[in-house]
T-cell receptor, first 115, second 114 residues
Framework: AQTVTQSQPEMSVQEAETVTLSCTYD???????LFWYKQPPSRQMILVIR??????QNATENRFSVNFQKAAKSFSLKISDSQLGDTAMYFC????????????FGQGTRLTINP | EAGVTQSPTHLIKTRGQQATLRCSPI?????VYWYQQALGLGLQFLLW???????NRGNFPPRFSGRQFPNYSSELNVNALELEDSALYLC?????????????FGPGTRLTVT
């Protein structure tokens, strides 16, 4: 079974700073997807960024980028020029391509951006 | 494009009752997923429906069930409610095609069992 671990329950940075959220996972599959989701206090889960395991190039979406290390099974999220609206719970998620198309989530990291 | 919608927003039930939660996927999306987000347990996969069929279920008892209608909307039914069923229930959808592995979530239904 796949597992996803986020070792930072909470993080706090000042506005405009850069912050990196960590995520590690365990799987025996070779083909899979990894995602970062954001859940603000409104509780709507929002897809931030995705990474296909077969792609070596790290995904980037505006201020959000990932550092995907397949051999190390590591998938960190970097938020540049952080904004107050980035305050939220961030979940790392794994989706294997064999069998059930279910997302396996980490425990989440509560990120607070301070003015 | 309208997002995934869920109803009701909040639902309060007493132990032993039944709860019905509803989800409408994004237009063009044919798969619906249900997840439970309970305090201390994180987000757990409940059910997956695709083209009207249940494709997979998570490690939940049979009193959690559901269905998908011809218009791809879905219902989650929870029978014989227990206190530990109190949670945020999230619905997600995706569509066949190139981005079929991306799941888009609704705002959730907060179920409280007293």
């Amino acid at each position: 079974a796949q597992t996803v671990t986020q070792s930072q329950p909470e993080m706090s940075v000042q506005e405009a700073e850069t912050v990196t959220l960590s995520c590690t996972y365990d799987t025996s599959e070779n083909n899979y997807y990894l995602f970062w989701y954001k859940q603000p206090p409104s509780r709507q889960m929002i897809l931030v960024i995705r990474q296909e395991a077969y792609k070596q190039q790290n995904a980037t979406e505006n201020r959000f980028s990932v550092n995907f290390q397949k051999a190390a099974k590591s998938f960190s999220l970097k938020i540049s020029d952080s904004q107050l609206g980035d305050t939220a719970m961030y979940f790392c998620a794994f989706l294997g391509l064999q069998g059930a198309q279910k997302l396996v989530f980490g425990q989440g990291t509560r990120l607070t951006i301070n003015p | 494009e309208a997002g995934v919608t869920q109803s009701p927003t909040h639902l309060i039930k007493t132990r032993g009752q039944q709860a019905t939660l509803r989800c409408s996927p994004i237009s063009g999306h044919t798969s619906v997923y249900w997840y439970q987000q309970a305090l201390g347990l994180g987000l757990q996969f409940l059910l997956w429906y695709d083209e009207g069929e249940e494709r997979n279920r998570g490690n939940f008892p049979p009193r959690f069930s559901g269905r998908q209608f011809p218009n791809y909307s879905s219902e989650l039914n929870v029978n014989a409610l227990e206190l530990e069923d109190s949670a945020l229930y999230l619905c997600a959808s995706n569509k066949p095609g190139q981005r079929r592995y991306e799941q888009y979530f609704g705002p959730g239904t907060r179920l409280t069992v007293t």
